[in-house]
């Protein structure tokens, strides 16, 4: 078969190719295989290409493009409409969120509200700005970088919020090739607008993500083709090893960190911390602070503490490392305690049932669309797994000196709401994988 394959984001690099879990490239058969890029992954997807056997390299081309820059006033424009016409609540917050922090004008915000509300939960207008949208796309006819691959017989877009994935998409439809599409994270069905295009089947991850795509996105399941399945860089296998080597207590605790950008607070939860860091010493627990890749904390503030706190981060985009992410799951298998104020990194300790909890308040007055506070509130995706995971709320600083001093029995491993939570969010090993999808639909 010949494909073509959308590597648009790096996060899409490292978990599709880098990943030993997934290894996209040696996994698939195909006779020609065309790798689309921009500048930020071009070269990463080229390092991994060139380490392939000659025979691989023969078959594959990777083409660098970017977005049309025709008309491209009205295309932002565009874009501008998908990002605010959904229902979902995190939307909403996103738009308030960001004039919070100055980043779009009251004339802006206005603007984003009124497309917001006024086509709140309107499947019409969803359909004509997908109808229109296309039509002007084929209008452009600036799809000449890609018409040696018009004759080519399936398109994966693996991460359809981003520009590149959405022109390759629209390139499919004009040229009857067969397009499988995706999203890159089991959240931006909810937080990145409504998609521009629907591919000709639509990928899940998830059940969760299959109930947003329903919700929020106005597929149709009798006439819209979803196929559920999992993940597909987790390595169920590897999981279950990691869960069983990783039920005894140690006293180590592992707070996730997100950085001052998305908590506000941080630093000053942290500081907190150092204050009574005899209670930790006199319980004899250690504490890790795990820094988000892209929102590390300053370096100040790192060497100010690091007589006391550990602080790391996986650095996921650095091609150099070997690191997957069931690597990622067995460092997080050391600890006992595992607290975030709103990161993933909890649903990622789900899958090896060790004990979470969530900080839910602030030591620092912060700007109401600005507070951890309001995942509780207005991120769906969020407040869709603490319910089900029945992850418990540390409320005050008294709930937090609590839990440092190991009096959390309420926080015992979940064993079956944690299952079932990290099961519906990220997917069942027992549905069909994408590599699996893209098989059949060749085949058919």
């Known amino acids: 078969m010949r494909i073509m394959i959308t590597l648009t984001n790096i996060q899409i690099v490292r978990n599709y190719l880098y990943d030993s879990d997934l290894d996209l490239l040696n996994k698939l058969n195909f006779s020609e295989c065309l790798l689309v890029c921009n500048k930020s992954t071009f070269e990463a997807v080229r390092k991994h290409v ?111 919020t981003d520009d590149l994935d959405v022109y390759i998409s629209m390139f499919a439809h004009k040229y009857n090739i067969k397009n499988i599409g995706t999203v890159r994270s089991w959240d931006n069905l909810t937080s990145h607008g409504l998609l521009r295009v629907k591919p000709d089947v639509f990928y899940c991850h998830s059940s969760s993500m299959a109930d947003d795509l329903f919700r929020f996105q106005f597929f149709n399941p009798q006439n819209d083709l979803v196929e559920i399945g999992f993940s597909n860089w987790i390595n169920f296998d590897r999981v279950s090893i990691i869960r069983n080597k990783s039920k005894t207590l140690n006293k180590k605790i592992l707070y996730g960190s997100m950085g001052v950008y998305f908590n506000p607070s941080e630093i000053a939860l942290i500081d907190y911390i150092y204050e009574i860091k005899s209670v930790l010493e006199s319980n004899q627990v250690s504490l890790t602070v795990l820094m988000h890749p892209k929102f590390t904390l300053p370096v100040d503030v790192q060497k100010k503490y690091s007589d006391f706190v550990t602080f790391f981060s996986f650095k996921f985009d650095n091609f150099d490392e070997s690191s997957s992410y069931s690597d990622y799951l067995e460092y997080l298998s050391q600890f006992d305690l595992i607290l975030s104020s709103g990161s993933t990194l909890l649903l990622d300790a789900c899958l090896i049932n060790k004990n979470i909890a969530h900080v ?85």
């Open 50 to 160: 060139s380490n392939l056997t000659f025979d691989q390299q023969q078959k594959i081309t990777i083409l660098l493009i970017d977005y049309p820059q025709k008309n491209i006033w009205i295309l932002r424009l565009f874009n501008a409409i998908f990002k605010s016409h959904i229902s979902s609540k995190f939307a909403l917050n996103k738009i308030f969120r960001s004039r919070s922090k100055n980043e779009i004008t009251r004339t802006k915000l206005f603007v984003n509200l009124l497309i917001y509300f006024t086509t709140y939960k309107n499947k019409y207008t969803s359909w004509l700005l997908r109808h229109s949208y296309f039509k002007f796309f084929v209008l452009l006819e600036d799809f000449d970088l890609l018409l040696d691959y018009c004759d080519y017989d399936l398109a994966v877009t693996l991460s359809l």
């Open 360 to 444: 839910n308040f602030e030591l620092t007055n912060v700007p109401f669309w600005e507070s951890i506070k309001r995942y509780l509130d207005f991120r769906e995706y969020y407040m869709k797994f603490m319910a089900l995971s029945k992850t418990p709320l540390i409320n005050s600083i008294e709930d937090l000196e609590a839990f440092f001093k190991l009096e959390y029995a309420s926080t015992h491993q979940k064993t079956v709401e944690q299952d079932f939570a990290s099961r519906y969010i990220l997917g069942d090993k027992n549905q069909k994988s994408l590599m699996e999808l893209i098989k059949c639909n060749v085949l058919r």
